[in-house]
C-alpha cells in the first residue's frame, strides 16, 4: 500500500522553527520528486518546495526562500522540509507529494499555525 505520512507540524510563535518530515511507504522513494505544499484557509493550495529525484536540484517559492530548506534522507525513506523564521502568513495544512511520470501521491496534511 503506497503511504505518504506528514509530521511535524503544531503551534509556533513567530520568528520560530518547524521540521515537517515526509515518510513513504510502499513505492520506490528515490524514484521520485517530493514536493511540499500548503493550503491556508480560504486560499488556494500553492507549491512550498521540491526536490528533484537525484537531489540535484531544488526549488523554493519566493516567499519561503532563504527560510526553509529542503532535505532527503534516502536511508529513511523520508523528506524534511526545515523551516526557520516563521511568520503569520506560513500558517496553513502543509502536504507532501510524491510525482513521477504522471503518477502523484499525496499524503495527509499537517497543520502549522504561527502565531504573533
Known amino acids: 500500500e503506497v503511504q505518504l505520512q506528514a509530521s511535524g507540524g503544531g503551534l509556533v510563535q513567530a520568528g520560530g522553527s518547524l521540521r515537517l518530515s515526509c515518510a513513504a511507504s510502499?513505492?520506490?522513494?528515490?524514484?521520485?520528486?517530493i514536493g511540499w505544499f500548503r493550503q491556508a484557509p480560504g486560499k488556494e493550495r500553492e507549491g512550498v518546495s521540491c526536490?528533484?529525484?537525484?537531489?540535484?536540484?531544488?526549488y523554493y517559492a519566493d516567499s519561503v526562500k532563504g527560510r526553509f530548506t529542503i532535505s532527503r534522507d534516502i536511508a529513511e525513506n523520508t523528506v524534511a522540509l526545515q523551516m526557520n523564521d516563521l511568520k503569520d502568513e506560513d500558517t496553513a495544512v502543509y502536504y507532501c507529494?510524491?510525482?513521477?511520470?504522471?503518477?502523484?501521491?499525496w499524503g495527509q496534511g499537517t497543520q502549522v499555525t504561527v502565531s504573533s
Open positions: 507529494n510524491a510525482r513521477r511520470m504522471g503518477v502523484d501521491y
Open positions: 510502499g513505492f520506490f522513494f528515490d524514484d521520485y520528486a
Open positions: 526536490i528533484s529525484t537525484d537531489d540535484s536540484s531544488t
